[in-house]
């Protein structure tokens, strides 16, 4: 098959790799000049475990090539996929649709046979309809399928979920003369792998894809705010988070995952999307009320994270220098979008505070975001050096290993705010710290 994907960002570039090792022949169209260099010149311009292996393998395979040419890309393609960002609406939480249409106007003008349009972007209810729309619209000549096929990557962890996914969504548009038939055999022909190693492919219409995926991370990111509420209740009788979410975790009809507590969730997806639930369920005028709750509770919890941080300091920060370690939304990734750090470190810097910071991945992206003055060092222990309090913000698996007798060493004071949980309570206070975390004794 040959595909054409538009956009190389997260999505498109996870998804163009991914489709050319299926055995595809994937061009991802870029208009940015700066990633499509970056690209072209073997630079990958986000961190993702094993993408650059990926990418580079299919390039030199001739499997997948990039280019700002939307004709050129779609010319003998089976099908072109849609992969542009979605952020949220300035002042009202909906989903800003200007990219996608904008590609699907070009898609059409640029089309010279029959095509299959597939939206791997997360778009609301109705958006695959007008996508139809635009297609038909713009060229009546030609016949489009319609697809939505939501993307289920998570940052740190997208080749796999790629490649041995919990399943696939994709809502068909059956209004066409043929009901749907070549968009479903094209579909089936670009996943043939993974229905060989039986992952549960669905097939369904366009609005329930589309639901489904906003539907899918307003569940998780409720499960987060749950078990960030449960940890704040433990702290005030006396429970411990750890084995209050094991036990819940053992129930099969609970499981374990997303339910370790934190500062708020954050990233690319649960943020934007559940606002963009809210907004849709209002017009729709059926509200999601635990959703409207989750994000209202979410937004809260990060300024409480600052000024607990603020509190174990001894009630005052300024002058004083805090040290902070992980700045990302999760580890694995340079992403800095909705990040707690980012609303945590704008209060502290509110507050008086020297901020050193330190993430292995996410600097270069932070920099432009967090407030001036913030010290960037070079590891963990810089940051945390003359430091009166050290705050951990992401749980990056380097931080765990580090030694608490250097660490204790490097700073001035002895507050340790873990606010991911990832030190043992006993082994911190035995090293001299005033060790606090979130939900356990």
Known sequence: MRIAMVGG???????????????ADVTIVERD???LEALNAGRIPIYEPGLDTLVTSNVD?????????????????????IAVGTPTRRGDGHADLTYVY???GEIARAAKTDL??????????????EVARILRQTRPDLTFDVASNPE??????????????????????????DKGARAQALIEQLYRPLMAIQAPIVLTDLETAELTKYAANAFLAMKVTFINEMADLCEKVG?????????????????????????????SCFPKDTRALTAIAQDAGAPTKLVEATVAINEARKTGMAERIIAQAGGSLEGKTVGILGLTFKPDTDDMREAASLPILARLHEAGAILQVFDPEGMDAARALLPEGVRYCEDALTAAQDADIVVVLTEWNM???????????AMRGNALADLRNIWSPDLMREAGFDYRSIGRP
Not at 160 to 174: C, Q
Not at 251 to 266: A, H
Not at 399 to 409: E, K, M, N, Q
């Open 9 to 23: 960002g997260y999505v498109g570039l996870v998804s163009g790799a991914c489709f050319a090792e299926f055995g």
């Open 33 to 35: 000049p700066r990633k």
């Open 61 to 81: 395979a001739g499997r997948l090539t990039f280019g700002d040419d939307l004709g050129a890309a779609m010319s003998d393609a089976d099908a072109v996929f």
């Open 102 to 104: 904008a590609a699907a």
């Open 116 to 129: 299959l349009v597939v939206t791997k972007s997360t778009v609301p209810v109705g958006t695959g309809r």
């Open 152 to 177: 289920f990557l998570r940052e740190g962890n997208a080749i796999d979920d790629f490649m041995r996914p919990d399943r696939v969504i994709v809502g068909i548009d059956r209004s066409g003369p």
């Open 239 to 267: 429970g411990n988070i750890h084995d209050v979410a094991r036990g819940m975790g053992l129930d099969q009809r609970i499981g374990s995952r997303f339910l370790s507590p934190g500062p708020g969730y954050g990233g």
């Open 399 to 409: 931080f765990r290993a580090l030694d608490p007798a250097r660490l204790r060493s």
